[in-house]
């Protein structure tokens, strides 16, 4: 009788130890926020094949534009929450690339951080998929990896053929890096809280206006083409860092 009352106490024991482990895995849920990237020239959505004026005072169309955003992180404090298999290609001319979900683990949050390009790991992994696939058109050579931002259009200051101005900026190896890194707070100062089942929308503006005249000035009329690493890619890519501010967070 003392064995069997033994064995029903170890049987209780164990029943509790396993419902309270499923109750904890039950409580390990993920938050959900959606990132959406709204592209602006001169203060309005950017239209592709409509004329802009840079701060140069130089008329453009654009017909392309994309750029890879990667490697999410949301942080409080020391606290951080990152997107698992973060790679995000934008692109001007498919809306659906421009708002993505994101999964995280925590909930409330003070900034949000990411790279405008693909880590250095990426450029060298071989052939890969999703947003990453070579098809996408935004891939050179293994050995001088992805482009990190592209941009196609025309320019009456363009010395080119058919006024046509094109930017394929890339460029992983030491001295030849053009991922930056952003970091952004959200507007206002306000802290971040998502909730259990629903999804809020954080707004990131892309003002195309800095790719010209963010730190550097970079003309048209002075450089109508730059496709290969290095040189002026550096200088695109520091400009490029500064298009990016979070404008709002919208409840869905």
Request: aromatic residues 14%.
């Amino acid at each position: 009788m003392k064995t069997l009352a033994r064995l029903f106490i170890i049987a209780v024991l164990l029943s509790s130890l396993f419902s309270c482990r499923k109750e904890s895995s039950n409580e390990d849920v993920s938050y959900s926020l959606k990132v959406s990237f709204k592209i602006k020239a001169n203060g309005e959505p950017l239209s592709l094949n409509k004329k802009y004026f840079n701060a140069l005072g130089e008329d453009f169309n654009v017909n392309q534009f994309k750029f890879y955003t990667s490697n999410f992180s949301l942080q409080k404090g020391t606290s951080v929450a990152k997107e698992k298999e973060s790679y995000h290609l934008v692109d001007a001319s498919n809306t659906a690339t421009q708002s993505f979900i994101i999964k995280l683990a925590n909930n409330k949050f003070s900034s949000i951080s990411f790279w405008v390009g693909v880590d250095s790991a990426r450029n060298v992994s071989g052939a890969q998929a999703g947003d990453l696939d070579p098809a996408k058109g935004m891939f050179w050579t293994w050995n001088t990896g992805y482009i990190m931002a592209k941009l196609e259009g025309t320019s009456s200051f363009s010395t080119a053929t058919d006024n046509f101005f094109e930017y394929h900026i890339g460029g992983f190896k030491a001295n030849e890096k053009t991922q930056r890194f952003i970091n952004l707070s959200f507007p206002g100062g306000k802290e971040l809280a998502l909730e259990k089942n629903k999804v809020k929308e954080l707004v990131i503006e892309a003002d195309l206006d800095k790719w010209f005249s963010g730190v550097h000035q970079l003309p048209i009329s002075a450089q109508a083409t730059w496709m290969t690493p290095g040189g002026l890619a550096l200088k695109y890519a520091d400009n490029y860092a500064t298009m990016f501010t979070a404008t709002a967070i919208i409840e869905q």
